[in-house]
């Protein structure tokens, strides 16, 4: 029960971070807003590792494993952080969530490939739904009437136009990311106790932050655009370092006390979470329909298929004993 409910804090709070995020950068750049989050984020997290005492293991950390924490840290909270708030700024986030949402394919297809872990028939379904489900969200087409087309109000602040190709491609470099960092923190601690996640997330985080210096020292545009941040902006990033840095919070609380095959779906509702809070502070700026809202809820089935143990979910959905037989067949290399 309270996993459970730590799961689902994590996926509210970050979808909050998602909507505050959305607001920051409609005035400003997604290199403005990991310039800002990425400190404070860090700062976040060593305040946890010392309010928990965990400051203290730090040292303890083999090289190896402060190694692919550090690479896991440039990759998701750098790379895919940057290629996520690009997404958001170009397409808004009911548009970009659900390709984003495509990490779970990601690590699931690598974890087969590199970790020889199962991939049954039930997933390769919820794969296919994860997928139609995200790019379902991207087959409306509105059309207005000339009349329409005609009428202009000039006192009315333009709609908000997505630039569909490169949102969605940005969206999908920030899947690749995002699902290639869990891998990395799993190599990390199979040298290392998994009790000390908070001081591997304070790794991580000054990993990403010794690279951010030296892009902002090394790039000259990148410094300027920094320094040309505006407090609106400024305000809205901070609040979504501090959430983000919260939902990692919720969801090592929720790990620490439930199963992963209970807390990995109920993340999968931060999709959810964001389309109605996309459309209680940002409704001008994104775009909503019914292919948005059928998509998400598509791709959360989907992601909810793909995460959880298939045994786990035939038993619970009491289905027929051939197909569910059918449903556990592995198609990975191994079998």
């Not at 409910?5 to 290199?31: D, E, K």
């Not at 991580?204 to 655009?225: E, I, N």
Request: glycine share 8%; hydrophobic share 55%; proline share 3%.
């Amino acid at each position: 029960m309270l996993g459970g409910i730590y799961a689902a804090l994590a996926a509210l709070t970050f979808a909050m971070n998602n909507a505050a995020m959305r607001r920051g950068v409609l005035t400003g750049t997604a290199g403005q807003a990991i310039a800002l989050t990425v400190p404070l984020g860090g700062m976040c997290f060593l305040a946890a590792a010392i309010v928990t005492g965990q400051i203290w293991s730090i040292h303890s950390f083999p090289l190896v494993a402060a190694s692919w924490l550090g690479a896991q840290g440039v990759l998701q909270f750098l790379i895919g952080r940057y290629f996520n708030y690009e997404a958001n700024r170009l397409v808004g986030v009911n548009i970009s969530a659900p390709v984003i949402q495509l990490q779970v394919v990601v690590t699931m297809l690598l974890a087969v490939v590199l970790l020889k872990e199962e991939f049954t028939v039930l997933q390769l379904i919820g794969t296919i739904l994860m997928l139609g489900g995200s790019f379902g969200t991207q087959l409306h087409k509105p059309v207005k009437s000339a009349a329409e087309t005609e009428v202009v109000d000039s006192a009315r602040k333009p709609q908000f136009k997505p630039r569909y190709l490169p949102g969605i491609l940005c969206g999908l470099g920030a899947a690749v990311a995002y699902g290639v960092a869990p891998l990395l923190v799993r190599a990390a601690f199979e040298s290392t106790s998994a009790k000390y996640v908070i001081a591997g997330g304070v790794i991580a985080y000054a990993a990403a932050t010794v690279v951010l210096l030296v892009l902002v020292l090394l790039l000259v545009p990148f410094r300027q655009s920094i320094r040309a941040v505006n407090r609106n902006s400024a305000t809205w990033y901070a609040a979504a370092a501090a959430l983000v840095a919260a939902s990692h919070g919720f969801v090592y609380a929720a790990l620490a006390v439930a199963p992963l095959m209970v807390v990995v779906p109920i993340l999968q509702l931060s999709l959810i979470f964001r389309i109605f809070l996309s459309q209680l502070l940002n409704r001008q700026y994104e775009v909503m329909n019914a292919a948005v809202i059928i998509g998400s809820i598509v791709a959360v089935i989907g992601s909810i298929v793909v995460s959880m143990n298939t045994d786990h979910l035939l038993d619970s959905l009491k289905i027929s004993s051939s197909l569910a037989d059918t449903l556990r067949i592995r198609i990975d290399s191994g079998n």
